[in-house]
């Protein structure tokens, strides 16, 4: 089972990036799919979800607005772009998959940093 984030780099304020995670290893279109950040110093948190078969979604208030989640199950591939990024978004992102007790599933995490 593999979990593979891309996409994180350093953007200016106001700016964009497009995160993805290609799953590997299990059946993708039953697991809901969700994106989490982890500040220096703070704990980690869910940031957006997406559920596996409506694909319905939602977010943090943190990041309503700006942020928005999507999966393409043909290409086992979530997303998540971010918009009018600010410095408080910087954080490492990780991919998580979930199916249940026991089927849960972490990306190693890709590192994002806003900042002039």
């Known amino acids: 089972v593999q979990l593979v984030e891309s996409g994180g780099g350093l953007v200016q304020p106001g700016g964009s990036l497009r995160l993805s995670c290609v799953a590997s290893g299990f059946t993708f279109s039953n697991y809901e799919m969700k994106w989490y950040r982890q500040a220096p110093g703070k704990e980690r948190e869910s940031v957006a979800r997406?559920?596996?078969?409506?694909?319905?979604?939602s977010y943090a208030d943190s990041v309503k607005g700006r942020f928005t989640i999507s999966r393409d199950n043909a290409k086992d591939t979530v997303f998540l772009q971010m918009n009018r990024l600010e410095p408080e978004d910087t954080a490492v992102y990780y991919c998580?998959?979930?199916?249940?007790?026991?089927?849960?599933?972490w990306g190693q995490g890709t590192q994002v940093t806003v900042s002039s």
């Open positions: 997406i559920s596996s078969r409506v694909h319905s979604t």
């Open positions: 998580h998959a979930r199916a249940g007790v026991g089927y849960d599933y």
